[in-house]
Structure formats: structure tokens, C-alpha cells
């Protein structure tokens, strides 16, 4: 059964760091492409990251370029979401999500880390 | 960047109903449209990854169909457990649907 676990969610001041984690397990997790969405409480989801499996392609969210770096470690079945230059916009609930081998769609989910920007 | 627009924005509806969401893209380049579905305090989950074709352990009361650049999402004999937020993704767009939520 595929798996994801999320952490380093929490409350931070504007302007500060957080590095989101998301450990996978019940799959080769080095095959996949892995992504970062968002939803801001009340709101729809918002596509913010997505790295390829070997690193080589990236995207990300117009709002967060510059601020945001998504990075993978395949030996830890890991993909990391590093944060900068928190703002209050960016207050959301981050989830971690595999694509299957075929297609840009997300086909498994983590359970979610509440990202809090506020002073 | 593909835009899409989803309607309704909310549904109420009674159980044993039949209920349409309907996506539209403001361009295709891509063939493929897939569809969560998100309850409450839970994590998006996905319902179809191609349509038309549902993703295993999705209920055959849900049907989905296409016609150039608008898309849609059936559910037939509406259960309580369908209740919930319907989001549309075009394949190889990094962009949802704003959402349809559907009150049972």
C-alpha cells in the first residue's frame, strides 16, 4: 500500500523558513515524480511543486519561484519542499503527492502539515 | 496557462439523484482529464484518472464523458457518501478546477 508522511509543518513569522518532508513507502519511490499541492483554509488546491524522478525537471507555482526549492534524497524515499520568505498567502495545508508513471495527475496523497505564516 | 472553470460551484441534492459536474478548459493540448474528490478535513483522493476511465474502488454510479474542451462528471443514485468537493485537473496542466461541492 503506497504511503506518504508528511512533517515540518508549523507556525512561522513572516518572512521566515520552514522544510517540509514527505517520507514514501509501498513503492519504488525513485521512479515517481513527486509533488507539493497546497490548499489555504476554505480554498481550492494549488498546484505548488512537482520535481521528476531523477531531479533533472522542475515546476513550480509562479507565486512561490524564487521563494521555494523542491529537492529529493531517492536513498530516503524522501522529497523536501524548503520554503522561504514566508508570507501570510502562503498559510495553507501542504500536501505531498505521487504521479503514477504515465500522466501528470496525482494518484496517491499524504495526509497533509499545516504551514501557519503569522506574526 | 490552461485556465478551468467548473459548474456548478455547489450542488445540493437528495439521495437517489443524478448530478452532473461540468469542467471546462480554456485550451487542450493535452488528452486526458482526471477528477478528485476531497471530504472534509481529508486529503484529495482520486475518483478518475482518465476519462472515461474510473480509477479502481471507484463506484460505477460515477460515469464521466467528453466533448472537446468540456468535460463531466456523473453521479448516479446519489449516495451520502458522495458528498463532498469535486475538483477537475487537465492531464499535463499543473492547475485544478476551483471546485464543485456537492450537499447531500
Known amino acids: 500500500e503506497v504511503q506518504l508522511l508528511e512533517s515540518g509543518g508549523g507556525l512561522v513569522q513572516p518572512g521566515g523558513s520552514l522544510r517540509l518532508s514527505c517520507e514514501g513507502s509501498g513503492f519504488t519511490f525513485g521512479r515517481y515524480p513527486m509533488n507539493w499541492v497546497r490548499q489555504a483554509p476554505g480554498k481550492g488546491l494549488e498546484w505548488v511543486a512537482r520535481?521528476?524522478?531523477?531531479?533533472?525537471?522542475?515546476y513550480f507555482l509562479d507565486s512561490v519561484k524564487g521563494r521555494f526549492h523542491i529537492s529529493r534524497d531517492n536513498s530516503r524515499n524522501t522529497v523536501f519542499l524548503h520554503m522561504n520568505g514566508l508570507r501570510s498567502d502562503d498559510t495553507a495545508i501542504y500536501y505531498c503527492a505521487k504521479e503514477p508513471l504515465v500522466g501528470q495527475i496525482l494518484d496517491s496523497w499524504g495526509q497533509g502539515t499545516l504551514v501557519t505564516v503569522s506574526s | 496557462d490552461v485556465q478551468m472553470t467548473q459548474s456548478p460551484s455547489t450542488l445540493s441534492a437528495s439521495v437517489g439523484d443524478r448530478v452532473t459536474i461540468t469542467c471546462r478548459a480554456s485550451h487542450t493540448f493535452s488528452v486526458g482529464l482526471a477528477w478528485y474528490q476531497q471530504k472534509p478535513g481529508k486529503a484529495p483522493n482520486l475518483l478518475v484518472s482518465k476519462t472515461p476511465s474510473l480509477q479502481s474502488g471507484a463506484p460505477s454510479r460515477f460515469s464521466t464523458s467528453a466533448s472537446g474542451r468540456e468535460f463531466s462528471l456523473t453521479i448516479s443514485n446519489l449516495q451520502p457518501d458522495d458528498s463532498g468537493t469535486y475538483y477537475c485537473q487537465l492531464y499535463n496542466a499543473f492547475s485544478f478546477g476551483p471546485g464543485t461541492k456537492v450537499e447531500i
Open positions: 520535481m521528476r524522478n531523477d531531479g533533472d525537471e522542475t
